[in-house]
Structure formats: C-alpha cells, structure tokens
C-alpha cells in the first residue's frame, strides 16, 4: 500500500557540494565540417595536437550557435550547423592543471571557404589546416574518440551518440 499523502524525498534536502569551488566543468560545442575527403581542424601554436573548431557555449545560446558564433570569430566562418553528431565526456591534464568538458559535437558546411584553401586565422595563436580524413590518426585529434567519430561520421556511419573519455577516473 502506497500513502499518497506522504511524498518520499528522492533526493538530499540540501544541496551535496561535490566539486571544490575551484572546479569547473566547461561546455564545449565542436564542429564536423569536411569537404573534398577533408577535416577542417584548429591548431593552437605551440601544441603538439589539434581539434575541431569551436568553443565554449554562452548562456542562452544554443550548441550549432555556438559552432557557428566560434567560426565567425576565429577565421570569418559563414557556417551552417545543422545535424547532431555525439557528445564527449572528457578530462585531460594540460600545464598541471587537470580539466573536464563536456564536449558537444554537431556537423554542418561553411559557405565562404572552400578546401583545399584554409580560413586565415582572425587570432594569431591559432590555425585552421585541412586534414585528409583517411589519415586523421596521425593528427592527434584531441579528445581522441573524435578520431573514429570523425571517420565514421565521414563514411555515412552514425557514431554512438554519448562517449565517455574520462581518463585516470
């Protein structure tokens, strides 16, 4: 017998602080645009691997918004983002500093640059190189699922919609 007038708490009252207040968990939106049998990736000088334009989401913005937004600012991208890929959970330390993201992937075209010319970079740290997708394990394509994702999305495949990369955890 259930007693409908006496809810169950399914939850804790208060608020369980799991992460110290320096933590932060960052909510990346990626884009998936190929052309010619190429990967169009962004390169930060002075590391020794790539991934795929975009960044962080703002609020109120949505996933191919923010693809789209992140290509205009870094090269003039006139981007069309239009079908969802998969999502990534991902760590990863860099310069001592352990992070996590939750990286959304979506696909789409560009309508101003075409390969094999690459977009000129509006900032000076970064690059945009075109990449055979054939050859995209020798890229060090970061997070690495995006390697086999990016592969299979290009021949057709649909990839699995959630990836787990939480390494060391």
């Known amino acids: 017998h259930h007693d409908l007038a ?7 009252p208060r608020p369980v602080r799991i992460l110290s207040p320096m933590s932060r968990i960052h909510v990346i939106a990626r884009g998936i645009v190929i052309q010619q049998g190429h990967v169009l990736l962004c390169h930060k000088k ?7 334009p975009g960044g962080h989401i703002e609020p109120f913005e949505s996933v191919a918004e ?13 981007a069309v983002i239009d079908r969802f ?11 001592g ?15 101003n640059v075409q390969h ?9 740290k970064l690059e945009f190189p075109w990449h055979p ?8 394509l970061m997070p690495s699922p995006l390697v086999k994702i990016v592969m299979s999305y290009a021949r057709g495949e649909f990839p699995p919609p959630f990836v787990s990369h939480m390494v060391g955890s």
Request: proline share 6%; aromatic share 6%; glycine share 6%.
């Open 85 to 95: 890929v998969t999502t990534i959970e991902n760590n990863y330390l860099e310069k």
């Open 133 to 140: 997708v054939a050859e995209l394990e020798s890229a060090n």
């Open 116 to 124: 094999p010319e690459s977009p000129v970079s509006r900032e000076p």
């Open 66 to 78: 923010a693809v789209a937004r992140d290509m205009h600012e870094e090269f003039g991208g006139e």
């Open 6 to 12: 006496a809810p169950r708490l399914l939850c804790s």
């Open 46 to 52: 002075g590391m020794d691997y790539v991934f795929l």
């Open 97 to 111: 500093k352990n992070h996590h993201e939750i990286c959304i992937v979506m696909a789409g075209q560009l309508a």
